[in-house]
């Protein structure tokens, strides 16, 4: 079982000697570094994608801070499910999270807890926004071009022949909105233009 260290440092944060004297009084068999500048270490400098490659069951990962580890809640979140359905440990020295023992694997539940919440909350926020919507009028998705939008777009491209990103920005709809108008069918057209 390894023990493994994990340091990032940024522009704001430039705190390596900090980070690898915390990971060392660990007794990390091995230290990794993510920067955003070009420091010189003896640590191999690697990203925090290929240093989760290199644990297995049983490992732990150990960090100074969480927000060294995730970039953002959902992040941290979905990295701490994908330790748990691994069997990896996670050490947090600032937080005091270690979740080798029994507190610290109620961390791993906790954050559990925290996705399905916030993916709930989202859910939530989005049908509320929607009925709101609705209520005002508005049903989603792009806005309905009119009949004689419709037939300017096709006369442009037909009669007067010009080109597609005049016609979009005469038009004001985008160039995929123009090509679909101008690829109906007379048929489709009349029955667009019924609606």
């Not at 007794?27 to 297995?56: A, F, N, P, W």
């Not at 959902?74 to 270690?98: A, Y």
Request: hydrophobic share 30%.
């Amino acid at each position: 079982m390894k023990i493994i260290g994990y340091a990032r440092t940024t522009i704001i944060h430039d705190d390596w000697d900090n980070q690898l004297s915390h990971l060392t009084d660990f007794d990390c068999h091995e230290i990794y570094h993510e920067s955003c500048t070009d420091m010189e270490s003896q640590t191999e400098r690697s990203d925090l994608s290929s240093v989760l490659g290199k644990l297995q069951k049983g490992d732990t990962l150990v960090i100074c801070q969480l927000h060294r580890l995730g970039k953002s809640t959902r992040q941290l979140t979905e990295l701490m499910q994908e330790f748990k359905q691994s069997g990896i440990h996670l050490v947090s020295l600032q937080e005091g999270i270690d979740t080798r023992n029994e507190i610290g694997k109620a961390y791993f539940h906790l954050m559990d807890g925290l996705a399905t919440m916030e993916c709930t909350l989202i859910k939530e926020r989005t049908l509320v926004g929607l009925n709101e919507a609705r209520k005002k009028g508005n049903i989603g998705g792009r806005p309905k071009i009119d009949g004689r939008t419709v037939k300017r777009i096709r006369r442009m491209y037909f009669d007067k022949k010009e080109k597609i990103q005049q016609i979009s920005s005469k038009c004001g709809v985008s160039v995929g909105t123009c090509y679909k108008y101008i690829n109906l069918s007379e048929a489709d057209v009349q029955k667009f233009l019924e609606k």
